[in-house]
Protein backbone atom coordinates (compact mmCIF):
# COMPACT_ATOMS: atom_id res chain seq x y z
CA UNK A 1 0.00 0.00 0.00
CA UNK A 2 1.58 3.23 -1.01
CA UNK A 3 1.81 5.77 1.89
CA UNK A 4 1.11 9.75 1.02
CA UNK A 5 4.11 11.93 1.91
CA UNK A 6 2.81 15.74 2.71
CA UNK A 7 5.02 18.41 2.98
CA UNK A 8 3.88 21.22 4.52
CA UNK A 9 5.89 24.60 4.31
CA UNK A 10 5.26 27.64 6.59
CA UNK A 11 4.70 30.72 4.82
CA UNK A 12 6.20 34.08 6.54
CA UNK A 13 5.99 37.18 5.56
CA UNK A 14 8.74 39.73 4.73
CA UNK A 15 12.79 38.95 3.59
CA UNK A 16 13.38 35.60 2.57
CA UNK A 17 14.34 33.15 5.56
CA UNK A 18 16.17 29.80 5.59
CA UNK A 19 13.05 28.18 5.97
CA UNK A 20 11.62 29.52 2.60
CA UNK A 21 15.11 28.56 0.85
CA UNK A 22 14.63 25.17 2.26
CA UNK A 23 10.99 25.77 1.18
CA UNK A 24 11.66 26.29 -2.62
CA UNK A 25 14.59 23.53 -2.69
CA UNK A 26 12.30 21.46 -1.78
CA UNK A 27 9.45 22.09 -4.36
CA UNK A 28 12.45 21.80 -6.58
CA UNK A 29 13.47 18.55 -6.01
CA UNK A 30 9.91 17.39 -5.87
CA UNK A 31 8.63 19.23 -8.72
CA UNK A 32 8.72 15.56 -10.65
CA UNK A 33 7.90 13.42 -8.08
CA UNK A 34 4.53 15.51 -7.14
CA UNK A 35 2.92 14.61 -10.12
CA UNK A 36 2.43 11.07 -8.03
CA UNK A 37 -0.75 11.16 -5.97
CA UNK A 38 0.99 9.85 -3.04
CA UNK A 39 3.19 13.63 -2.64
CA UNK A 40 1.27 16.28 -1.20
CA UNK A 41 3.03 19.75 -0.90
CA UNK A 42 0.59 22.41 1.17
CA UNK A 43 1.49 25.83 2.43
CA UNK A 44 0.95 26.62 6.29
CA UNK A 45 -0.30 29.78 6.83
CA UNK A 46 -0.86 30.47 10.63
CA UNK A 47 -0.34 28.29 13.88
CA UNK A 48 -3.55 27.19 13.45
CA UNK A 49 -2.95 25.54 10.11
CA UNK A 50 -0.12 24.08 11.56
CA UNK A 51 -2.04 22.24 14.65
CA UNK A 52 -4.72 21.28 11.95
CA UNK A 53 -2.08 19.57 10.03
CA UNK A 54 0.33 18.16 12.60
CA UNK A 55 -3.40 15.85 13.76
CA UNK A 56 -3.71 14.31 10.77
CA UNK A 57 0.00 13.00 10.67
CA UNK A 58 0.75 9.50 11.27
CA UNK A 59 4.21 10.36 11.85
CA UNK A 60 6.57 13.75 11.66
CA UNK A 61 10.00 14.36 10.55
CA UNK A 62 11.10 18.11 11.39
CA UNK A 63 13.78 20.70 12.36
CA UNK A 64 10.84 22.99 13.66
CA UNK A 65 10.47 23.19 17.49
CA UNK A 66 6.74 23.78 17.21
CA UNK A 67 5.85 21.39 14.72
CA UNK A 68 7.37 18.70 17.18
CA UNK A 69 5.50 20.21 20.04
CA UNK A 70 1.84 20.21 18.02
CA UNK A 71 2.72 17.00 16.94
CA UNK A 72 3.88 15.49 20.45
CA UNK A 73 0.97 17.26 21.83
CA UNK A 74 -1.62 15.60 19.90
CA UNK A 75 0.12 12.35 20.57
CA UNK A 76 1.63 12.20 17.15
CA UNK A 77 5.00 10.03 17.03
CA UNK A 78 8.03 12.70 15.95
CA UNK A 79 11.62 12.50 14.50
CA UNK A 80 13.16 15.82 15.48
CA UNK A 81 16.22 16.53 13.12
CA UNK A 82 19.13 18.71 14.81
CA UNK A 83 22.67 19.99 13.27
CA UNK A 84 22.87 22.43 16.46
CA UNK A 85 23.40 22.61 20.13
CA UNK A 86 20.73 24.98 20.89
CA UNK A 87 18.32 22.14 18.72
CA UNK A 88 19.84 19.30 20.44
CA UNK A 89 19.22 20.93 23.85
CA UNK A 90 15.56 22.15 22.49
CA UNK A 91 14.46 18.40 21.51
CA UNK A 92 16.12 16.73 24.08
CA UNK A 93 13.91 18.65 26.24
CA UNK A 94 10.51 17.53 23.91
CA UNK A 95 12.29 13.66 24.61
CA UNK A 96 12.46 14.44 28.27
CA UNK A 97 8.80 15.18 28.32
CA UNK A 98 7.62 12.60 25.87
CA UNK A 99 10.58 9.86 26.13
CA UNK A 100 8.31 7.16 23.93
CA UNK A 101 6.85 9.32 21.19
CA UNK A 102 9.83 11.60 20.52
CA UNK A 103 13.01 11.24 18.47
CA UNK A 104 15.81 13.21 17.81
CA UNK A 105 18.03 12.50 15.07
CA UNK A 106 21.50 14.47 14.63
CA UNK A 107 21.94 15.31 11.15
CA UNK A 108 25.38 15.52 11.30
CA UNK A 109 25.59 11.45 12.90
CA UNK A 110 27.88 9.30 10.54
CA UNK A 111 25.30 6.93 9.86
CA UNK A 112 22.25 9.25 9.34
CA UNK A 113 21.00 7.64 6.44
CA UNK A 114 20.26 4.24 8.33
CA UNK A 115 19.69 5.78 11.69
CA UNK A 116 17.09 8.01 10.36
CA UNK A 117 15.54 5.09 8.59
CA UNK A 118 15.37 3.04 11.87
CA UNK A 119 13.71 5.75 13.51
CA UNK A 120 11.49 6.83 11.41
CA UNK A 121 10.17 3.10 10.90
CA UNK A 122 9.74 3.37 14.82
CA UNK A 123 7.92 6.75 15.05
CA UNK A 124 5.44 5.38 11.97
CA UNK A 125 5.10 1.86 13.96
CA UNK A 126 3.92 3.78 17.15
CA UNK A 127 1.88 1.70 19.24
CA UNK A 128 -1.77 3.72 20.10
CA UNK A 129 -1.52 3.24 23.45
CA UNK A 130 1.88 5.09 23.05
CA UNK A 131 0.49 7.58 21.23
CA UNK A 132 -2.52 8.66 23.92
CA UNK A 133 0.12 8.12 26.38
CA UNK A 134 1.85 11.38 24.69
CA UNK A 135 -1.33 13.10 24.07
CA UNK A 136 -2.10 12.67 28.09
CA UNK A 137 1.05 13.86 28.93
CA UNK A 138 0.14 16.98 26.91
CA UNK A 139 -2.82 17.77 28.71
CA UNK A 140 -1.25 17.12 31.85
CA UNK A 141 1.29 19.68 31.20
CA UNK A 142 -0.92 22.07 30.07
CA UNK A 143 -3.39 21.72 33.24
CA UNK A 144 -0.30 21.87 35.43
CA UNK A 145 0.77 25.32 33.84
CA UNK A 146 -2.28 26.68 33.75
CA UNK A 147 -2.29 25.91 38.00
CA UNK A 148 1.20 27.48 37.89
CA UNK A 149 -0.30 30.43 36.36
CA UNK A 150 -3.45 30.86 38.52
CA UNK A 151 -0.99 30.12 41.93
CA UNK A 152 0.93 32.66 40.72
CA UNK A 153 -1.83 35.52 40.04
CA UNK A 154 -2.98 34.81 43.36
CA UNK A 155 0.56 35.42 45.10
CA UNK A 156 0.92 38.58 43.10
CA UNK A 157 -2.49 39.84 43.94
CA UNK A 158 -1.74 38.73 47.66
CA UNK A 159 1.61 41.05 47.32
CA UNK A 160 -0.32 43.84 46.17
CA UNK A 161 -3.09 43.75 48.08
CA UNK A 162 -0.23 43.99 51.38
CA UNK A 163 1.50 46.50 49.70
CA UNK A 164 -1.66 48.68 49.37
CA UNK A 165 -2.75 48.14 52.90
CA UNK A 166 0.76 49.32 54.02
CA UNK A 167 0.31 52.56 52.62
CA UNK A 168 3.20 52.47 50.39
CA UNK A 169 3.45 53.98 47.19
CA UNK A 170 4.15 53.37 43.71
CA UNK A 171 4.25 49.95 41.81
CA UNK A 172 5.57 46.81 42.90
Not at 25 to 40: G, K, N, P, W
Not at 58 to 69: F, K
Not at 101 to 121: E, G, H, I, K, Y
Amino acid sequence: MPVELRFYIARRKGTPTRDQACSRYLRTILQEERRRADIVIDDIGSPEALISAAAKCRAIATGSYHAALFGLAQGVPTVCLTKSGYYDAKFGGLQALFPQTCFVAPLNAPDLPSRLRTTLQQAWSLSASARATAAHTASRLRDDGRDAYAQFRIAADGELTKVTAAGREGGV
